[in-house]
């Protein structure tokens, strides 16, 4: 499903990612693990067009992009296909629930409006906000806020969804409502790339876990070997840091 090659990308004279190559099959959970600063993040938003890597190349399906030299049109096309939830959830603080999951719809994919608004209904009734959907981001805790983030990202259909840290700003008690609906919809069969801290949800949902350090893929494999047989001494590190 995506492919990507030897991105490299660098803010001014530090080099951030260092050539990483990820292959992500229909309906894989791929969790991202490693320390802090270590490019996990942009990672993600180089594969979804929100920085531009210096360099490197991606397949999403059929289409071959060079990720540094993407035409606007490429992009367009691409970002149709993923979708992004942020760890501060980027809603419109103006606008509500079920005007924050329509937005993209209608104006990003000219979707009609009453459509569009059937769409909104269904996913939020899935992330159990259905009472929501006309509060406004401030009425809503930080967890309902994600779940608006996580419907919004559902609403595009896309064939992969990149979770940013989706839990890491929410108060403690409010991290089990979001990761409920994350391990929910990975059932369902969404393909999901997930940087996150939740080593439970990694344990429990991904199928392939890959631990990145210093802007590189170190390692990677299925939840029980990283968890239970790291090979490499930097994932030893880490894992013993945060277990
Ligand atoms: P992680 O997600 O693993 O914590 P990031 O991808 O957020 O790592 O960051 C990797 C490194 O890149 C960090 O040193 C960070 O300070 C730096 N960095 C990230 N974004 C920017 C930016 N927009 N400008 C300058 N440096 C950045």
Same mark, same amino acid.
């Given at each position: 499903m995506l492919a990507i090659n030897n991105i490299h990308k660098c803010f001014g004279k530090q080099e951030v990612l260092k050539g990483v190559d990820l292959t992500i099959d229909k309906g894989d959970v791929v969790v991202i693990l490693g !320390?802090?600063? $270590?490019?996990k993040t942009t990672l993600l938003r180089c594969i979804n067009f929100l920085e531009q890597a210096d360099q490197g190349e991606a397949r999403f399906g059929d289409e071959q992009v060079n990720l540094s030299t993407a035409s606007k049109k490429q992009i367009y096309s691409l970002r149709q296909k993923t979708a992004f939830v942020f760890q501060n959830y980027n809603l419109f603080n103006n606008k509500t629930a079920l005007e924050n999951v329509t937005e993209g719809l209608i104006i990003g994919r000219k979707v009609p409006k009453a459509t569009a608004v059937q769409i909104a209904k269904a996913e939020l009734d899935k992330v159990g906000l259905s009472d929501k959907y006309d509060a406004y981001p401030s009425q809503l805790s930080g967890g309902q806020q994600q779940r608006v983030g996580i419907a919004r990202a559902l609403a595009l259909n896309p064939d992969i969804i990149l979770f940013d840290e989706?839990? $890491?700003?929410?108060d403690p008690e409010l991290v089990g409502e979001v990761l409920s609906v994350m391990k929910t919809i990975a059932r369902e069969g969404t393909t999901m790339l997930v940087v996150t801290h939740e080593m439970s949800f990694a344990k429990e949902v991904a199928n392939r876990v890959i631990f990145m350090d210093g802007g590189m893929i170190v390692e990677e494999g299925t939840p029980k070997e990283i968890?239970?047989? !790291?090979?490499e001494e930097r994932t030893q590190q880490f894992l013993k840091r945060v277990l």
């Open positions: !320390p802090s600063g $270590s490019g989706p839990t $890491s700003a929410l968890f239970e047989h !790291p090979k």
